[in-house]
């Protein structure tokens, strides 16, 4: 079957660096996307990685490994703003996401 | 602002009733999809639609059905809905270019009893 693991959950500093992870088991691959979404509020696209490496935009960075089946999402500087969840999703041999069930990040003053 | 919206923003309804969730973007994307976000679960694809006139089967679409008679519309329907279709419904759609990256609308809060 098709599987995307992150952490349920992340307590992080303001101010500080957090990294989430993110490892997938999936048919095919196509594509790695990192989405933020706040309560109550629908899904934002933050990052694509297709590619291995890092991808840098702002405070944001997403890596890539496909041959580990492994993504990471490093948030620097981080700001009360950026307490969300963070939903991890792979697009698999048929075109379609597979997401994890997320990632709620809790930022501390 | 263009983007999707959604209607309604929530709603509650009796098992056995039949309900539509509206779904209309402006942004002339040719493939949309219909997700349900469930506490503790990824969001899951019911239904998909890659161009007009096209539609297509997702993870979890028993109980479920959609139509795409033009580019800017995809309702949902329930035709007789069940409390385990309880769950926040998003709409989705994307450009086909480039990441290909899905943008959502507002969501729909269905709570059925």
């Known amino acids: 079957g098709q599987n995307i693991d992150q952490p349920t959950e992340m307590t992080a500093t303001e101010g500080a660096i957090v990294q989430i992870n993110c490892t997938y088991q999936?048919?095919?691959?196509?594509?790695l996307f990192w989405y933020q979404q706040h309560a109550g509020e629908a899904p934002t696209f933050l990052s694509y990685?297709?590619l291995d490496g890092l991808e840098e935009k702002g405070r944001f960075s997403s890596f890539l490994s496909r041959s580990k089946g492994y993504s990471y999402l490093l948030l620097k500087e981080l700001q009360m703003k950026d307490s969300a969840s963070y939903l991890c999703?792979?697009?698999?041999?048929?075109?379609?996401?597979?997401w994890g069930a997320g990632t709620k990040l809790i930022i501390k003053p | 602002i263009a983007g999707i919206t959604q209607a309604p923003t929530s709603q509650i309804l009796a098992a056995g009733r039949r309900m539509t969730l509206r779904c209309t973007q402006d942004?002339?994307?040719?493939?949309m999809y219909w997700y349900r976000q469930d506490l503790g679960l990824g969001l899951r694809l019911i239904h998909y639609?890659?161009?007009?006139?096209?539609?297509g089967k997702g993870e979890v679409p028993d109980g479920y059905s959609v139509s795409r008679a033009n580019t800017d519309d995809f309702p949902l329907t329930l035709a007789s809905a069940v409390p385990s279709q309880t769950s926040v419904y998003f709409c989705?759609?994307?450009?086909?270019?480039?990441?290909?990256?899905?943008?959502f609308g507002p969501g729909t809060r269905l709570t059925v009893t």
């Open positions: 989705a759609s994307s450009d086909g270019q480039g990441a290909d990256e899905q943008y």
């Open positions: 942004m002339r994307h040719n493939a």
């Open positions: 639609s890659n161009t007009a006139g096209t539609t």
């Open positions: 999936t048919s095919g691959f196509n594509g």
């Open positions: 990685n297709v």
């Open positions: 999703a792979v697009r698999d041999s048929n075109y379609q996401l597979i």
